[in-house]
């Protein structure tokens, strides 16, 4: 299972001079500074820093949820960012995980993994297929009729990936994915995203505010300071695939994550 | 470690379901123990006291004349024009409630201009305008369908802006990031959203849809059971007054309860089903 990253001809994303700024002209707050980033096809890319650095901001513009107050932004070659208005097109290569899995409550489980492809018009039988597959595929078998409110935090955390996925874009964006769920389950939910991201290819930018999940998931981590949230270093993370849980014993896991603790202590 | 729980052990939810069956069984065992209880209580007094028959009949008395009543063809024209016009209002206050909810709710001009006056029809006192509807509508079963509809409508409306305006961002950036249209993002998230809020509305909107029908017929026509109700009170026939009365209470329970029905089939994924 040889993970060959980024050698593609075109980056999956490219973020050129991009900037974000909230509130009123009175009281502007400068949320992100001018920020240049790409990342390869097949890609995983954290986001790590302390909170108020931006790294939120950063996804939600890259997810088109909200606009970049300057700078070009380019999903799989096609601009995302006319001005404050979203271009379609480009939205359909990304897929989002929230914090909160954000199932809809009203819908079994199967019809919220279905939803997108309910919204794109596909057959229903043909989306319960999709469905089903996509259930044993992030470990969740057995459970499509069930309510939401039926699941554990971290099933219904996987369903959220599953319906990012439904779609089969080539991205996906994670903001804190398991940031609400207990460690231990944090760490099951790891080893199977990046068994999910190994089987898939799929490029992923993860938001996080973990230094070991970052170090564990990465092949890239970007560091982000605050006030106001730029890039301060980003750093490789060389560990071969697949990483087992144990590889937090590891000296070259031990010595990134102390130099990202170092920096972060430095930085917030 | 509840994550890999196996497949076949049900989840504490569904656990907590069968206790809330079992709990469910209690108000079947004691409502008829109540009931029993309290015209027991009624009998007696009515036997022992010596108390005028014009003021209290006997409760035996009231269930001969309730039972003339649901053979009688006559009470049952008169059931058929209160459920009329009950429901023909309550359809009005619904179509306009919730339509003009969702508007409120999503635009916020509309919000600031509409407000003042939907406050003013709310504070005015309503039943107090029914002899203006009499005068305008008449007397036939138009001006009755008007008042039930009236005050119905508030708490229709009231309950769908709320529903609409407690959507949850998280859902809402799903469907965003999902590029859903307008019409896709009320379909699949507003209305179903907003459905507990809206039935909620329904349960206070059809009790006061029935309380409009019945005293608009206190007031005018010929028509329906509260004009029933006046013509025995003025004849002083009290037993089959009271009659009316229960009759017009079951008519509510009925009513009620259609719309619990109704949330359980229309929201069965949400907590207020599962009672």
């Given amino acids: 299972m040889e993970h060959v990253p980024m050698t593609a001809a075109q980056p999956a994303i490219v973020l050129s001079g991009i900037a974000k700024w909230y509130g009123t002209r009175d009281r502007p707050v400068h949320a992100l500074s001018s920020t240049d980033l790409s990342v390869g096809e097949g890609e995983f890319v954290v986001l790590l820093g302390p909170s108020g650095c931006g790294k939120t901001t950063l996804l939600r513009m890259v997810g088109g949820l909200i606009a970049p107050t300057s700078g070009r932004l380019t999903v799989e070659g096609q601009l995302l960012w006319q001005g404050e208005q979203r271009r379609p097109e480009a939205v359909s290569e990304l897929g989002m995980v929230f914090q909160d899995a954000n199932l809809f409550p009203w819908l079994s489980i199967e019809d919220n993994i279905a939803l997108p492809l309910e919204l794109k018009g596909m057959a229903r039988a043909e989306r319960r297929m999709k469905a089903h597959e996509l259930c044993r595929l992030v470990g969740i078998g057995g459970f499509e009729r069930r309510w939401p409110r039926e699941l554990s935090g971290g099933m219904r955390q996987r369903a959220a990936i599953a319906r990012a996925l439904s779609y089969d874009p080539k991205i996906l964006l994670m903001d804190e994915p398991f940031g609400a769920l207990d460690a231990m389950t944090r760490d099951a939910m790891n080893l199977e995203l990046q068994s999910i991201w190994m089987d898939t290819g799929k490029t992923i930018i993860l938001v996080t505010h973990s230094i070991s999940e970052a170090v564990f998931l990465a092949d890239r981590i970007v560091l982000l300071s605050p006030r106001p949230g730029k890039i301060d270093t980003i750093v490789d993370v060389p560990i071969p695939r697949p990483r087992r849980s144990d590889v937090q014993s590891m000296a070259a896991f031990q010595d990134i994550a102390l130099a990202l603790r170092q920096r972060l202590a430095a930085i917030s | ?275």
Wanted: no cysteine; proline share 5%; charged share 15%.
């Fill in chain 2, 1 to 275: 470690m509840s994550d890999l729980a196996p497949v076949g052990t049900p989840p504490s939810d569904v656990l907590a379901r069968r206790q809330g069956l079992r709990e469910g069984l209690l108000p079947w065992i004691t409502t008829p123990i109540l009931l029993g209880a309290l015209i027991g209580l009624w009998h007696a007094y009515v036997k022992w006291s010596g108390i005028s028959h014009f003021i209290l009949p006997a409760p035996a008395d009231v269930w001969t004349e309730w039972l003339r009543l649901m053979t009688n063809p006559r009470g049952w024209n008169h059931t058929y024009w209160t459920l009329y016009a009950t429901l023909a209002g309550f359809g009005w206050a619904i179509i306009i409630g919730v339509g003009l909810g969702v508007a409120i709710a999503r635009v916020r001009w509309l919000e600031l201009t509409l407000n003042p006056f939907i406050v003013a029809t709310q504070v005015i006192p309503k039943v107090a305008l029914v002899p203006l509807f009499v005068v305008w509508f008449g007397f036939g079963v138009t001006s009755k369908v008007i008042v039930a509809a009236v005050l119905a409508f508030f708490p229709i409306l009231t309950n769908t802006v709320l529903g609409v305006k407690s959507i949850d961002e998280g859902h809402r950036d799903v469907m965003t990031s999902l590029n859903a249209t307008r019409w896709q993002i009320f379909r699949r998230l507003e209305l179903p959203s907003a459905l507990p809020y809206i039935i909620t509305g329904l349960e206070v909107g059809i009790v006061l849809a029935i309380i409009g029908a019945i005293v608009g017929e206190y007031l005018g026509g010929n028509l329906g059971l509260g004009r029933m109700l006046i013509e025995r009170m003025n004849a002083f026939e009290m037993d089959e007054m009271f009659a009316i009365l229960i009759h017009m209470s079951m008519l509510g329970f009925l009513l009620y309860f259609s719309i619990g029905i109704l949330r359980r089939l229309l929201i069965p994924w949400h907590g207020s089903a599962r009672r």
